[in-house]
């Protein structure tokens, strides 16, 4: 029975997926996956609701990010089943080991007694894989050395058979067969219960000669971190003099990038120094509390720095308008701010660097979750119509098609802002979308088929 099932979630994975765009297909594979998953764990469970607002939101908007994120959601959830103590990112990892290996690893197993019937099948699926390749070879070099051989085959009508389904409905059957056989469950566990030690003070720490050697190492500390807090403290003078001079803010766009490089360099080398610093008994050394407070001073400037950041770059969309980098911009400080955060309480509560990476993980994964509900290029293109000083058309032209619609609603209202009449371009992109959304098969609708479609 489970083989049937197996083999009928296959084929239908095949039927959702061959020669079909991302849809309302992806909510339904999320549906067949839950359903062949462990769901036990509160903790699978939590995950699995994750999964499905990916999918949600590939449902309603189709878009590169929403994809990205349901393909690093349905990982995670994967490794999660059956490891639940796993953090995100070895989560990940072990999905998609399992994904590729799972299914591979289950068949390579000893078998007990009674299991005939099921070597049987093993080996009859490894034995198709290593025949049909090999007989395809010969069969296309025989093909191509004698034109009588030739006319032969192609007089071979195979037309009723799509080895296009057939090779997806393959490719499901791995699928579902290894999400249910985890690869290198325990070796995975073990590493993340090594990432989760707790830092402990060495036997040797109250020696006098540890003690001079954590005493030295501490004014090193405590020198370079203070000289980096002068560093980008004047740094960030120089910023807010910036915005007092109206020539600089000219060359908004190369600020902007300036400054997401600086922090960029900024946040690494902090991570990085903090971690050699606090690696080990620096942080149960009593008298540290100098160079911890230099610390977290270096953090929060950093933290101003992101804020300087933000405001430069929202003064550079308020201008130029908005676009994908700019978004991107704008979500990346987040993720800094996360991790600076997670920094700050890694050395405030004595935690390992694994610390931050852990937590970093689990509020991105939370954070892209929630990201991937929004219609980005349909929220660039209705914010620059309304707001932007200067309506750049051509780029909201190289947008995904689904903001066709807005535009062409908005054809008149173009032309007043930019002065040039764009109609025609216009409405053919709305001609187009129109057109795609009415030759979609089911599979592959999307919450514009139901709102847009004719």
């Known amino acids: ?10 084929l239908l994975f095949s039927y959702l997926f061959h020669s079909q765009t991302m849809g309302i297909n992806a909510l339904l594979f999320i549906g067949i996956l839950l359903y062949h998953s462990n769901l036990i764990t509160k903790v699978a469970k939590s995950y699995a609701v994750a999964t499905v607002i990916t999918a949600i939101s590939v449902a309603i908007n189709p878009s590169a990010s929403s994809l990205v994120v349901l393909f690093l959601t349905t990982l995670t959830f994967i490794g999660i089943q059956h490891s639940t103590k796993l953090s995100v990112y070895l989560a990940i990892f072990q999905g998609f080991l399992t994904s590729i290996f799972g299914a591979f690893q289950q068949w390579s197993q000893p078998k007990e007694k009674g299991e005939t019937q099921e070597s049987n099948a093993k080996f009859w699926f490894i034995s198709a894989i290593i025949i049909i390749p090999v007989v395809l070879i010969f069969l296309m070099l025989y093909k191509s050395s004698n034109p009588i051989f030739s006319d032969w085959i192609d007089q071979i009508d195979l037309s009723f058979i799509s080895f296009g389904f057939l090779f997806m409905a393959l490719l499901g059957f791995i699928f579902f067969k290894a999400i249910q056989h985890p690869f290198l469950k325990d070796e995975i566990e073990k590493l993340e219960l090594q990432t989760q030690l707790p830092l402990l003070a060495s036997e040797t720490i109250e020696e006098e000669t540890h003690q001079k050697k ?6 090193q500390a405590s020198i370079l971190i203070g000289i980096l807090n002068v560093m980008l403290f004047l740094f960030l003078i120089s910023d807010v003099l910036l915005y007092q001079n109206s020539e600089a803010l000219q060359s908004f766009s190369q600020n902007v990038h300036s400054g997401i490089n600086t922090l960029i360099t900024s946040i690494i080398l902090a991570v990085i120094i903090i971690s050699i610093y606090f690696r080990g008994d620096l942080n149960f050394y009593q008298e ?4 911890k407070k230099i610390t977290y001073g270096w953090i929060f400037l950093n933290i101003l720095l992101v804020v300087s950041t933000l405001y430069k770059d929202w003064l550079y969309v308020s201008v130029h308008g908005l676009t994908y980098k700019r978004i991107g911009v704008f979500v990346y400080l987040t993720l800094v701010i996360a991790g600076l955060y997670n920094t700050f309480r ?14 970093t993980f689990s509020f991105g994964f939370v954070f892209f979750v929630v990201l991937s509900l929004v219609p980005y290029g349909k929220l ?4 620059n119509i309304k707001h932007a000083p200067n309506l750049n ?5 190289t947008l995904p098609e689904d903001n066709s619609v807005i535009l062409w609603e908005n054809k008149e209202y173009v032309k007043q802002r930019t002065g040039n009449d764009y109609s025609k371009k216009l409405h053919k992109r709305y001609y187009n979308y129109q057109t795609n959304l009415e030759t979609r098969d089911w599979q592959s609708y999307s919450l514009d088929n139901f709102i847009y479609s004719k």
Do not use: D, G, H
């Open 380 to 383: 660039v293109t209705v914010y």
């Open 1 to 10: 029975m489970k083989k049937f099932i197996l083999i009928c979630a296959a």
């Open 346 to 359: 890694k050395v405030k509560t004595q935690q390992p660097i694994w610390f931050v990476v852990r937590k």
């Open 214 to 219: 954590l005493k030295n190492e501490q004014l």
């Open 288 to 291: 540290n509390s100098t160079l």
């Open 393 to 397: 058309i051509e780029y909201l032209l």
